[in-house]
C-alpha cells in the first residue's frame, strides 16, 4: 500500500532515495524495484530488522534492476547519517507527526537532499485524524504516538522554512478512514466482528484491486483521504 505516488516524486532508476520512517519498508521496497539506491531508516531496531529481511527476498527473487541496491539501517530523523546535498528524493511518510522537533526533521531532510531534488512528505490529514482524536485518546495518546495535527498550511510552511520550495499534493487512502474511524469508536484494541470484517475489505482491495474499490476510493480522496501527501523541489 503506497501513499507516495513515485510518478510524482520521478523516482527513476540510478536515484539515492532515502526512505525516512521506513516502517516495514513499503516505500523502500518500491523505490528499490524501480532500480535506485535506497536507505531505508528507521528508530526501530524490528523494523529495519524486517526491512532488511525483505529487501534481501526482493534481490533473491530478481525483482530489482541489475545496478540497484538498498540498505536498511537504524537512525534518528534529528541527525541523518547522511553527507549534506548526497540525495536526489527523500520520503517520509507518516512521521514527522511522531517527532516533537519537527523543523529540524524538515530541516535536515533539506540538508541531505542534492540541489534539485525532491521530497515527499506524507502526514494524516486533518479532518480524518481530528475524528480520530476526538473518539480515542488510545488512538494517539501513548508512547511513540502522535503529537500533532497538521494542516496542509503548516507543511507547507514546514518545507519553506527549511529552504524547500512546496509544489503539488493530493491524498490518499480514503477507505482506511472509516475504518480507524470505527476502531476508535468501539476500542482501539478491541478486536470486534465489525472491525474484522473491515479490514477482511481492505485485506482484499489491496491484495485484488478491484474496480469497485479502487474507483471508490479515487472518488473519496478528495473528500476523506486519511493521508495528505505534499511534494517540495531544493532549488538547483
Known sequence: MLTVDYDRLDVRAGHTVLDLGCGEGRHAF????????????????????????WLGA?????????????????????HL???DASVDRVMASEVLEHIPDDA??????ARVLKPGGRVAVTVPRYGPERVCWALSDEYHANEGGHIRVYRAETVR???RAAGLVPGGSHHAHSLHAPYWWLKCAVGVERDTAVVRAYHRL?????????????TAERLLDPVIGKSLVVYADKPA
Open 30 to 53: 518500491e523505490a528499490y524495484r524501480r532500480g535506485a539506491t535506497v536507505v531505508a531508516l528507521d528508530w526501530g531496531t524490528s523494523e529495519v530488522t524486517t526491512t532488511q529481511t
Open 58 to 78: 526482493i534481490d533473491a527473487a530478481g525483482e530489482a534492476p541489475a545496478g540497484a541496491v538498498a540498505t536498511a539501517v537504524r537512525g534518528d530523523l534529528l
Open 81 to 83: 547519517p547522511v553527507p
Open 104 to 109: 529540524t526533521a524538515f530541516a535536515e531532510i
Open 157 to 159: 510552511a514546514r518545507l
Open 202 to 214: 481492505l485485506v482484499w482491495d489491496l491484495t485484488k484491486r478491484p474496480w469497485a474499490t479502487r
